[in-house]
């Protein structure tokens, strides 16, 4: 059973950055496929990046690709994502989120089965 716990969250302004984490327990990102998604309010949950542990690969979304860049810790057992040249628009809760199946890629959060509780990140102008 997999458990997610996001941290990192908070408030900045536009052109700052922050450092979001995931930590991972129940298993290893070796073996997990995960997501980072995010939902602004108002909004559908979206996804904006993902990352395969099998062949550690990254994905991006267009929004996102260029000022957001995923890293993990095997021995820490956690994901990271770093949040540069942030916009207001990228105000939202955020959320880790893994699958166990095969494949990987910037999937319908429908298609992951375990998910963090969420941090809130605040973009100002």
């Known amino acids: 059973h997999v458990q997610l716990v996001e941290s990192g969250g908070g408030s900045v302004q536009a052109g700052g950055s922050l450092r979001l984490s995931c930590v991972v327990s129940g298993d290893t990102i070796d073996n997990l496929c995960m997501g980072w998604f995010r939902q602004a309010p108002g909004k559908e949950r979206e996804v904006i990046a993902s990352?395969?542990?099998?062949?550690?690969?990254?994905e991006y979304v267009d929004s996102v690709k260029g000022r957001f860049t995923i890293s993990h810790d095997n021995a820490k057992k956690t994901l990271s994502q770093q949040m540069e040249n942030t916009k207001p628009e990228d105000t939202a809760m955020y959320y880790c989120a893994a699958r166990t199946h095969l494949g990987c890629g910037l999937y319908d959060e429908r298609l992951f089965r375990y998910w963090g509780q969420g941090t809130q990140v605040s973009v100002s102008s």
């Open positions: 990352f395969y542990g099998r062949d550690d690969r990254p």
